[in-house]
Each structure stands twice: as C-alpha cells, then as structure tokens.
C-alpha cells in the first residue's frame, strides 16, 4: 500500500514521488482507518503515524501545494449530475490549466478574460483552483463575485466541497467562517471573500486581492465601476497574481464586449491587461451532445445536412487549426464529427421553429463574434457580410483642402505623408452675387495621408479623411449618396461612392467615401463637390455623379443649396418619387424634389434594396467601418405601435449603412433584379473554403506572443 522507501535522494534531499489514484484512495482508507482507532482510544492521530505515513503525508501535501493538476485530478471532488465525483479534466480545462503554468514559469500574472460556451466548466475548475491556493498558501487574500448573491453561494459551494472532501492531515483549519461571505485562516495569514456583483458598489474596494475570480460578468448591473474603477485598481499584478474573468456574452455594446474587443485586439502588442481566451460550444464533446442523446437520435445514414452546417463545421475546423492551445489536444487533422454536427443542425431547427435563431448561436457560439451577437435578430447575414470583409478591395487615404474648407479643416502636418503625390481635381462652375452670375473654375487638392494601421476594432481615427478604394475609370457612372449630419460629434456625416455596374459583369461597387461628426453641415458640401469631380473626370462630357443627399433627418438643404450656389446642374441631383405607379422613370423625371426623401416607407424601401445587394454581393462593400462596426450592428427592432423597425443598437451608429444605401439605391432603384439574379458575384460559390493560417491573438501562446519560432 505504501512506498517501500523514502522519498529521498542519496543527497538527503526530497524528490516528490507521484501516486496513481487507487494508491491515493488506498491510503486515505488506511489513514482513516488510523483515525476512528486514535478516537477510540481518545488519541491524538498523529501518534498513531509511523515513518511511511508521515513520508507519505509531507510528499502529497508538498506536491499538491506545487502542482494544480496534481491536486485537482487527486483530490479535488464535485457535484456532478447529484453524485460526488473527482475531478477529470475536460479540453477546455486542461487547455486552461496550460496556460496557467505558461504564464506561471515565465514568472508573469495570471490575468485573463474567458468568453466562452455555457457548461465549459470554467466556473468549477478555477473554484477548484483558488481553493486550492487558499489552503495552501500563506497571506493570500482572494474574493469571489458573481451576479448575485445565488450565484455567489454556489460558487461558495463548490470551493466549500473541496475543502470539505480534502483528507484531514491536508486541510487547513479557518479561524472564521460565514457561509456565503467569508473564510480566513488566521494560522496563515489568508482570507477568501464573496462579493455580489448586484449589490456591491466596489468590488475588494479597500483591499488588495492577489487572487480574484469574477463571472457571469455581462450581466453586472455597472461593471465599469465594480470591476474597471474599483477592482482593477486594487489588483497590482505580480507573479502571483491570479484573476480570472469569465462570462458567456450578452450582445456587443457592453462592458464585458468592449473589453473583450479591447483585449482580443490589443492584448498580443502589450497594450491590454487581461489576456483573451475563448472556449467554442464544441470543445465540450461530452455534452454537446451527451451520450444519451446520441442514443436517443442516431445520425441518419440518408442525412443531408443543411448548407449552414457544412458552413459550421469549416468554421470549427478552421478555429481549431488557429487555434495553438485546442490544436495541442484535438490534433492538426481535426474535423467536427458527424453526431456533433447533427446534433448542432437539429438544435438549429428546433430555433428556428420558435423564433429563436439568434439566441441559439450565441449559446453555440464557433468563434467570439457569435458569442457577442447582439441580443436581438440582425438584419444582414453575417456569414455573407464576412465574405465581404475578406475580399474588400484595399485602400489609400486622403485629407481634401481647397476651395471652401475652413483652414481648421486641413490635415494635421504629422498625418502627412509627404512621400507620396498630392493631386488636384476642378469642377467649372459659377458664383452668384450682387454684379450677377460669373464663372468660377473651383479647385480642391487631395493631400496623402500615412497609410494607417488597422489594429483591430478601432481601426483607426477617420475623421474627415476620404478612402479610395477604386480609381475613375472610363466606362462606369457613379452615384454619391450623403448621410449628413449635425457635426456635433454624435451622429455622423458620410459620403459614399458608388460605381455602376456595366451590365451584367460585375456588381455595383464601393468606390470611395467620407466621414466626419465633427464638420458643420453648412460646411459639408465641398467635399461633396470634390468627390464628384473626381468620378466625374472620367465620365463622358457634360455629365456627373448622381447625388443623393438626405434632407428629412439630416440637414441635408444645406450642403445642397451651397452646391447649387456652385453652379451645380440640378439634374445631377436625384429626384425623389414614389416607384409604385404606372411608370416610375417618367415620375421621376417629373420630380422637383431634389435629393432623397426619408419616409417611413422609403427607408423601408431603400433598406431592403440594400440588404438584398450586400447579402447576393451584386454591392461590393469596401469600408471597414461599415463591415466591422455597423452592419454587425444593425438588429430587427419593434416600434411602439407594434410595427418592424431596422435600426441600430445602443450606442452604434447607422451612418455608413444609410449613406451607402442611399448610393446605391439612387442608381438602382428602377432596376430591375432579373439581370442580377442570372449572375454570379463574389461570395456565390458553393466551395467552402478553411483558412489555415495562424493569427496572433486569442488563445495564443507565449511563445507567439514574443515573437519565437514555434
């Protein structure tokens, strides 16, 4: 049962010697064996220990105090499913314990933000941990929070369920202890405190925790307070730092989503503190779906699976392929097997049957985006928006000064990139005042700005820069649809280009566009002027770009009366009319009404034209703000009279996607799909392709993050 000999080298010192589990169990038998005698005979146990004992208690307890794993896999137990079971290590938390002790001999801080799938068991496995760091060490102070005060108790729980399944000669005895608040061990020097993110204005407010766990951190009523400004404050990292925040996502607009794109962005160049890990649904095998389930609904041998899932299991492949830490465990080969897959798709149904599709892959999420979707439906297809993303064509950036733009308006000298080649474009108008109308050549100069760095989901500071994705070009004819704004830093103002596709060999194109929520509305329309001068450079004499200009919402009369002061043709405005009678283009034509007219029907109208467009790709969109930001964001909303509303969620914006829309719809809004629909654009082919390349970023490791070869 015991070792034959000390754990001892010929040098005297300790060399720990590990036990198999039957070993383990066989001597904690014995050892209590020993007890129920010692008590009999009203004896303390220790005088009842010979030499093998006490060798055997001074290697386990030194071994444990040293190794997690060890200790979790031997002497860790958990409720699982109401029986008491040891712990065994699934993927997700042997990955998790890996980067542990990467991060622990590297001699740096612990400190990461786990988004993942419910039921990773990430909650249990660091309870079990800063369990075991409070038994063991010495002057730890550690706090545990959660939502609410349910929540916090059975996180108590589990932690109390360790201490209580430890074998007596290795628990530590508390000096104090209130269930559900607190633990400390005075002998140590360490305290361990349950902190209720619903009620507590500051998490360890005061204190100064070295280890720390918080989850279910999307739905804190105020975490920017109780967690940013309280506990982060308080936490000083150091090799013994431990602190782990961990949730499943709420949607993308809150504290936990902006600090999650905050870490996942910036955390491999040194400029976040929290590491980013995320867990998918499918790492938990054993439960998406359990075996009784694959008993119940074995896998047809006639099944035809949907398109989507042949999309999720590419998508599957492709993160464990990217991913360092689940390619370590699922092996380089890795493909979702098929009761998985069936699994997934039979859930899938089941959603959308009760019109809970969006719900459903933010609790299966395959990646961080899906865990952060918005709480309610999106409008666009995210699948077809991300194959936008992938082939949007690259980009040049451009300040315009000239005629008309206030001197505070032009490019910051730092900004400059001197370079590259500045050049000029030049639109033949005229001026009016008191001695009559005179002719005026107006010029505007686009100044080249230092190529920028997107580094994530703040890209970069566009403000009243211009992107040009695509040059004139003899052939095309272009349309500008504006957006404007107030220029008080809220709303924004944008620009967008639009290239028409030449008949039926190509979609319609993102050309060029603007933005700006810092420039007065009165002060808009030279950059209008100067964007269609240039498209118009290419057009056949005489014409130009079609401009569509908002004027409900938007202040849109004025950038549209400075154009005409400019001398510009009123019939390169577009001319709003309603396109549900007889003969639209002949309504058209008759329409004083310059500009586009946003009502409750032709935003609906417009909307819809452009949501067919990007999800077919008969419109190639090119600006990444658009694709990243506000696309994502667009969700299915309700009025208050009951009625279907597509709007932005809070603290988004929806300036790009209605002055894009708004572009492409004045040069297609009589078109009819027929042509479309007989081609094939980017992003219809069937092939699904896997992208085996290997970012740096969430769940990398060490390794990559400095730059060594792996």
Same mark, same amino acid.
């Given at each position: 049962?015991?070792?034959?000999?000390?754990?001892?080298?010929?040098?005297?010192?300790?060399?720990? /010697?590990?036990?198999?589990?039957?070993?383990?169990?066989? @001597?904690?038998?014995?050892?209590?064996?020993?007890?129920?005698?010692?008590?009999?005979?009203?004896?303390?146990?220790?005088?009842?220990? *010979?030499?093998?004992?006490?060798?055997?208690?001074?290697?386990?307890?030194?071994?444990?105090?040293?190794?997690?794993?060890?200790?979790?896999?031997?002497?860790?137990?958990?409720?699982?499913?109401?029986?008491?079971?040891? #712990?065994?290590?699934?993927?997700?938390?042997?990955?998790? $314990?890996?980067?542990?002790? /990467?991060?622990?001999?590297?001699?740096?801080?612990? /400190?990461?933000?786990?988004?993942? !799938?419910?039921?990773?068991?990430?909650?249990?496995?660091?309870?079990?941990?800063?369990?075991?760091?409070?038994?063991?060490?010495?002057? $730890?102070?550690?706090?545990?929070?959660?939502?609410?005060?349910?929540?916090?108790?059975?996180?108590?729980?589990?932690?109390?369920? !360790?201490?209580?399944?430890?074998?007596?000669?290795?628990?530590?005895?508390?000096?104090?202890?209130?269930?559900?608040?607190?633990?400390? #061990?005075?002998?140590?020097?360490?305290?361990?405190?349950?902190?209720?993110?619903?009620?507590?204005?500051?998490?360890?407010?005061?204190?100064?925790?070295?280890?720390?766990?918080?989850? &279910?951190?999307?739905?804190?009523?105020?975490?920017?307070?109780?967690?940013?400004?309280?506990?982060?404050?308080?936490?000083?990292?150091?090799?013994?730092?431990?602190?782990?925040?961990?949730?499943?996502?709420?949607?993308?607009?809150?504290?936990?989503?902006?600090?999650?794109?905050?870490?996942?962005?910036?955390?491999?160049?040194? *400029?976040?503190?929290?590491?980013?890990?995320? @867990?998918?649904?499918?790492?938990?095998?054993?439960?998406?779906?359990?075996?009784? +389930?694959?008993?119940?609904?074995?896998?047809?041998?006639? +099944?035809?699976?949907?398109?989507?899932?042949?999309?999720?299991?590419?998508?599957?492949?492709?993160?464990?392929?990217?991913?360092?830490?689940?390619?370590?465990?699922?092996?380089?080969?890795?493909?979702?097997?098929?009761?998985?897959?069936?699994?997934?798709?039979?859930?899938?149904?089941?959603?959308?049957?009760?019109?809970?599709?969006?719900?459903?892959?933010? &609790?299966?999420?395959?990646?961080?985006?899906?865990?952060?979707?918005?709480?309610? %439906?999106?409008?666009?297809?995210?699948?077809?928006?991300?194959?936008?993303?992938?082939?949007?064509?690259?980009?040049?950036?451009?300040?315009?000064?000239?005629?008309?733009?206030?001197?505070?308006?032009?490019?910051?000298?730092?900004?400059?990139?001197?370079?590259?080649?500045?050049?000029?474009?030049?639109?033949?108008?005229?001026?009016?005042?008191?001695?009559?109308?005179?002719?005026?050549?107006?010029?505007?100069?686009?100044?080249?700005?230092?190529?920028?760095?997107?580094?994530?989901?703040?890209?970069?500071?566009?403000?009243?820069?211009?992107?040009?994705?695509?040059?004139?070009?003899?052939?095309?004819?272009?349309?500008?649809?504006?957006?404007?704004?107030?220029?008080?830093?809220?709303?924004?103002?944008?620009?967008?280009?639009?290239?028409? !596709?030449?008949?039926?060999? /190509?979609?319609?194109?993102?050309?060029?566009? +603007?933005?700006?929520?810092?420039?007065?509305?009165?002060?808009?329309?030279?950059?209008?002027?100067?964007?269609?001068?240039?498209?118009?450079?290419?057009?056949?004499?005489?014409?130009?770009?079609?401009? *569509?200009?908002?004027?409900?919402?938007?202040?849109?009369?004025?950038?549209?009366?400075?154009?005409?002061?400019? *001398?510009?043709?009123?019939?390169?405005?577009?001319?709003?009319?309603?396109? %549900?009678?007889?003969?639209?283009?002949?309504?058209?034509?008759?329409?004083?009404?310059?500009?586009?007219?946003?009502?409750?029907?032709?935003?609906?109208?417009?909307?819809?034209?452009?949501?067919?467009?990007?999800?077919?790709?008969?419109?190639?969109?090119?600006?990444?703000?658009?694709?990243?930001?506000?696309?994502?964001?667009?969700?299915?909303?309700?009025?208050?009279?009951?009625?279907?509303?597509?709007?932005?969620?809070?603290?988004?914006?929806?300036?790009? $996607?209605?002055?894009?829309?708004?572009?492409?719809?004045?040069?297609?809004?009589?078109?009819?799909?027929?042509?479309?629909?007989?081609?094939?654009?980017?992003?219809?082919?069937?092939?699904?392709?896997?992208?085996?390349?290997?970012?740096?970023?969430?769940?990398?490791?060490?390794?990559?993050?400095?730059?060594?070869?792996?």
């Amino acid at each position: 049962m015991l070792s034959e000999h000390s754990a001892k080298s010929e040098t005297g010192l300790w060399i720990p /010697e590990y036990h198999s589990l039957s070993q383990i169990d066989s @001597f904690n038998s014995h050892f209590k064996t020993l007890a129920e005698k010692a008590e009999r005979a009203d004896e303390d146990v220790e005088s009842a220990l *010979g030499p093998d004992e006490l060798n055997w208690i001074q290697n386990e307890y030194a071994i444990c105090a040293c190794d997690d794993r060890y200790w979790m896999e031997s002497y860790f137990y958990i409720n699982d499913d109401s029986k008491l079971v040891r #712990f065994n290590a699934r993927f997700s938390q042997s990955m998790l $314990i890996d980067t542990w002790a /990467e991060r622990e001999e590297a001699g740096l801080p612990i /400190e990461q933000q786990i988004l993942k !799938a419910r039921q990773q068991g990430i909650s249990t496995l660091v309870e079990g941990a800063i369990a075991k760091k409070v038994n063991f060490g010495i002057g $730890i102070k550690a706090a545990v929070a959660s939502y609410d005060q349910d929540a916090c108790e059975r996180m108590g729980g589990m932690m109390e369920l !360790a201490f209580n399944e430890m074998p007596s000669w290795m628990k530590a005895n508390p000096t104090s202890d209130r269930a559900g608040s607190l633990k400390a #061990f005075a002998a140590t020097n360490t305290r361990l405190t349950l902190y209720s993110g619903k009620k507590a204005s500051g998490i360890a407010r005061g204190d100064t925790p070295s280890v720390l766990h918080i989850s &279910e951190v999307s739905i804190f009523p105020d975490a920017s307070n109780v967690i940013e400004k309280s506990l982060f404050q308080a936490v000083h990292p150091s090799p013994n730092t431990f602190m782990i925040l961990e949730s499943t996502g709420n949607g993308n607009t809150d504290w936990w989503a902006r600090t999650w794109y905050s870490s996942r962005d910036y955390w491999a160049s040194g *400029g976040a503190r929290l590491q980013p890990i995320f @867990f998918p649904f499918f790492i938990a095998v054993d439960l998406f779906p359990t075996p009784t +389930w694959r008993r119940e609904h074995p896998v047809p041998r006639d +099944w035809q699976m949907l398109t989507e899932t042949r999309q999720m299991m590419a998508k599957a492949a492709e993160y464990v392929h990217q991913t360092p830490l689940i390619r370590k465990y699922a092996g380089d080969g890795w493909r979702m097997q098929d009761f998985q897959a069936y699994y997934w798709e039979q859930e899938l149904k089941e959603a959308r049957r009760k019109g809970e599709e969006n719900s459903f892959y933010q &609790e299966r999420p395959m990646d961080d985006n899906e865990a952060l979707r918005p709480k309610k %439906d999106l409008v666009f297809n995210l699948m077809e928006v991300k194959k936008q993303e992938e082939t949007r064509s690259d980009y040049t950036v451009w300040s315009i000064i000239g005629e008309q733009v206030q001197e505070r308006y032009c490019p910051d000298p730092v900004d400059i990139d001197y370079d590259a080649d500045r050049f000029r474009v030049s639109y033949d108008g005229n001026i009016t005042d008191l001695r009559g109308r005179m002719a005026k050549t107006f010029w505007w100069e686009f100044v080249p700005i230092k190529q920028p760095v997107e580094t994530g989901i703040d890209l970069f500071d566009v403000e009243r820069k211009c992107m040009i994705y695509r040059w004139p070009e003899a052939g095309y004819t272009y349309g500008i649809g504006v957006d404007n704004s107030g220029g008080t830093g809220k709303d924004g103002t944008y620009l967008s280009v639009n290239g028409k !596709a030449i008949y039926g060999n /190509e979609p319609d194109f993102q050309a060029a566009c +603007w933005w700006s929520n810092k420039t007065d509305p009165s002060l808009v329309h030279p950059y209008i002027m100067a964007l269609a001068s240039l498209y118009g450079s290419e057009m056949p004499d005489g014409t130009h770009p079609i401009v *569509g200009i908002e004027q409900v919402y938007g202040l849109g009369d004025t950038p549209q009366i400075q154009m005409l002061s400019m *001398g510009w043709n009123k019939r390169n405005f577009y001319h709003f009319s309603r396109l %549900d009678g007889m003969n639209p283009e002949h309504d058209k034509k008759k329409s004083k009404r310059m500009g586009w007219y946003t009502t409750e029907w032709s935003r609906n109208f417009m909307l819809s034209l452009y949501k067919t467009a990007v999800e077919n790709h008969w419109r190639k969109v090119n600006d990444p703000f658009l694709l990243k930001h506000e696309i994502p964001a667009f969700q299915i909303d309700k009025t208050e009279g009951g009625k279907t509303r597509w709007d932005h969620q809070d603290g988004k914006r929806d300036d790009r $996607i209605f002055g894009d829309g708004i572009a492409y719809c004045i040069m297609n809004d009589t078109e009819s799909m027929t042509r479309r629909v007989l081609n094939k654009f980017e992003g219809d082919e069937e092939e699904i392709e896997i992208d085996y390349g290997y970012p740096v970023g969430i769940n990398s490791t060490l390794e990559e993050m400095m730059g060594a070869e792996l």
